[in-house]
């Protein structure tokens, strides 16, 4: 079975770490054009086989490898047309860590349980901070139909580029994501900055 999801025009939104989540400061961007590459789930512990003497036989099994392949982050990255000058300018300055409409971002690192029971651990560099990343895919009919939640995400300031053409300003945001992957109907709710 195929399916397409035309994303030319759509929501992005980016969380910070305002505690209790349900009052987290959000950034939304329309957007038109969008390019996406990002997983729709995060890894998982290998399974190493373990043998009798390296050899096939009944007592054959797997056991779970180290929880470091499950911990590593993975790739996010979206390209989008900015349609809204001011929306473009705050992406800007949340990437860079810089007041957004004269608020404090605050990080979302250690805010998810990628192995779901510890929380899971923060850089060593506080300058670094994640968000958390979600994406609406829409309808024709322009309701929401499937929501990615990318959580703990961190863009590396000088992995992102800004392009300007005379359609617009395209923005590329190349991240790690650190947190949980979840698929949803909705947006989280929170706060527009």
Not at 29 to 50: K, T, Y
Not at 87 to 104: E, F
């Amino acid at each position: 079975m195929t399916m397409k999801y035309t994303a030319k025009n759509g929501v992005l939104r980016i969380y910070d770490g305002t505690t209790p989540v349900s009052q987290a400061q959000y950034l939304e961007i329309i957007f038109s054009g969008m390019d996406l590459n990002a997983p729709i789930g995060a890894p998982v512990v290998e399974e190493q086989l373990i043998l009798d003497r390296l050899a096939m036989g009944s007592n054959a099994h797997y056991v779970e490898g180290s929880d470091a392949r499950m911990m590593e982050p993975v790739p996010v990255s979206f390209g989008v047309m900015v349609t809204d000058v001011a929306a473009h300018g705050y992406l800007m300055s949340w990437i860079t860590n810089a007041l957004v409409h004269a608020k404090t971002v605050l990080t979302t690192q250690g805010d998810t349980k990628r192995d779901g029971t510890n929380a899971n651990p923060t850089f060593a560099s506080s300058s670094k901070k994640t968000c958390n990343v979600e994406l609406a895919f829409q309808t024709s009919a322009g309701t929401d139909e499937v929501v990615y939640h990318w959580n703990e995400v961190y863009f590396d300031p000088s992995q992102c580029n800004l392009r300007e053409s005379p359609e617009g300003g395209n923005v590329t945001l190349s991240g790690m994501c650190y947190g949980t992957i979840v698929r949803d109907t909705s947006f989280s709710s929170g706060t527009a900055v």
